[in-house]
């Protein structure tokens, strides 16, 4: 009897899924001095391929202006999906700093952080930072090419 509970329990151990864990990962990015309005910052993943997984930051209060975040808007299928953290605007010159939990599985798997920027009356920056998403990227700084002077996550 006792080796015949000790199969049950064990083949139940094995049929139960795994349990999704995640990990607190700091996003900071200075913005520029651009001398305008206050900038909406969109923060996602996608995999190798382009493909939208989840959005870990949005600072963009007002949803009609969410499609001027071009490539966050395009690849999460122009249903702008909101399912991470969302804030207010970021001012010229200022820092954008956020803890936010990633899916351990996105991790030094083909993944990148993309950000976003666009500002009113301004020019708008599709995927203006992409960097894989790698343990070894953890706290390493890179330029943007539009109104993110510095991004950098820290795991």
């Known amino acids: 009897m006792n080796r015949a509970l ?3 329990i064990v083949a139940g151990a094995l049929a139960v899924p795994p349990i999704a864990s995640a990990r607190p990962v700091v996003l900071e990015a200075q913005l520029t001095s651009y001398g305008g309005e206050g900038a909406y910052v969109a923060i ?3 995999d190798a391929k ?5 959005t870990l930051y949005l600072a963009a209060p007002n949803a009609k202006y969410w ?8 690849t999460s299928g122009g249903r702008a999906k909101v399912d991470g953290i969302s804030g207010a ?10 803890t936010v939990d990633v899916a351990d599985a996105l991790l030094d798997a083909g993944f990148e ?3 976003d920027t666009a500002v009113e009356d301004m020019k708008e920056n599709p995927s203006e930072v992409a ?5 070894a990227g953890s706290g390493k700084t ?6 993110v002077k510095s991004f950098s996550y820290k795991l």
């Open 67 to 74: 499609r001027h975040l071009r490539d966050w808007y395009r």
């Open 6 to 8: 000790s199969v049950v």
């Open 131 to 135: 960097v894989p998403l790698t343990s």
């Open 44 to 46: 996602y993943v996608t």
């Open 113 to 115: 952080i993309h950000v």
């Open 142 to 147: 890179v330029a943007g090419k539009g109104y």
């Open 89 to 98: 605007s970021v001012g010229s010159g200022r820092t954008l700093r956020a």
């Open 50 to 54: 382009g493909t939208y997984q989840s």
